[in-house]
């Protein structure tokens, strides 16, 4: 199999690597030049390109079985809703249509944002529960991304929660030290949402999976067998242990309000390696 990853960061560099010990073929995307040395140890190929430059992303692709999109919103990009709506728009919603009109087999890295909060009712979320909160950036364009990919019939749209663990990433005690730092301590989360969280490496062995074993459509990709804490229970526990004052929620963004159901992606054969990485801290919080 010949596969073109389109932007090449940490999980893309791990994914490529899987593939190529595997077997395939596989080449990537950058749009720094001066990643390409770096990059041409993993990739077989390696082009200098933006997501939304759809006749370089055809001419990567030629010849490739299929695209893996892994590219995704700078948050540096992001500090208001109008560079939201921009920026959104244009890495997600571009990206993913030159992807679809480059190769008809694509899998693109969603967010469970889809959601919005999940809705009415109790039952856990699942693929069938309907997409909400589609003003906010953060849910429409991905829901749009999905939109230019599925409507090929071949691809496949894999719904992860927040990713941790990539080397270089904060911790979250590092992420809170930071929302205190640049955001005076206010959070754009709700209080009560459960934390969601995938380790990288889940999230490559799940693009790995879906490739291999030609899954189409959409897929909750999570661990299905715990419901983590909520942004609260986390929040409080690490930023005590910090020594830094609890979190303002703005629950300016929802974020499912129940459990996520991965049971469709499961049934598949695969299932999450990693555990939460902050039940730890929750527990010893409220054993004080």
Do not use: W
């Not at 967010?111 to 429409?140: M, R």
């Not at 301590?185 to 709700?190: D, N, W």
């Not at 897929?219 to 020594?243: H, I």
Request: charged share 25%.
């Amino acid at each position: 199999m010949k596969v073109l990853i389109l932007g090449t960061g940490h999980v893309g560099k791990a994914l490529a690597k899987k593939l190529k010990a595997a077997g395939h073929s596989v080449s990537g995307t950058t749009t720094t030049p001066g990643k390409v040395d770096d990059l041409k140890a993993v990739l077989d190929e390696v082009h200098v390109l933006k997501g939304n430059e759809t006749e370089k992303v055809i001419a990567a692709a030629q010849g490739c079985d299929a695209i893996v999109v892994t590219v995704a919103p700078n948050v540096k990009n992001t500090r208001t809703i109008e560079e939201r709506h921009v920026h959104y728009n244009d890495v997600l919603v571009k990206s993913n249509a030159s992807a679809a009109e480059a190769c008809p087999r694509v899998i693109f890295c969603s967010s469970f944002s889809v959601y919005g909060d999940g809705g009415a009712g109790t039952d856990p979320i699942s693929e069938e529960t309907p997409t909400g909160n589609h003003d906010e950036p953060s849910s429409k364009y991905y829901q749009l991304a999905e939109q230019e990919i599925l409507k090929t019939g071949k691809s496949c749209a894999l719904r992860f929660p927040d990713m941790y663990g990539a080397p270089g990433d904060l911790t979250y005690t590092e992420r809170c030290k930071m929302a205190h730092d640049f955001f005076g301590g206010k959070t754009v989360f709700g209080a009560d949402a459960p934390l969601y969280a995938i380790h990288f490496e889940d999230v490559v062995d799940a693009i790995f999976h879906a490739l291999t074993n030609n899954l189409v459509g959409i897929y909750n990709v999570c661990d299905n067998d715990n419901v983590p804490f909520s942004n609260k229970q986390v929040f409080d526990a690490l930023c005590a242990e910090a020594g830094l004052p609890a979190f303002e929620y703005l629950n300016q963004i929802k974020a499912p309000n129940r459990k996520i159901s991965a049971a469709k992606m499961y049934a598949t054969g695969y299932k999450t390696k990693h555990d939460d990485p902050n039940a730890d801290a929750v527990k010893r919080h409220q054993a004080k």
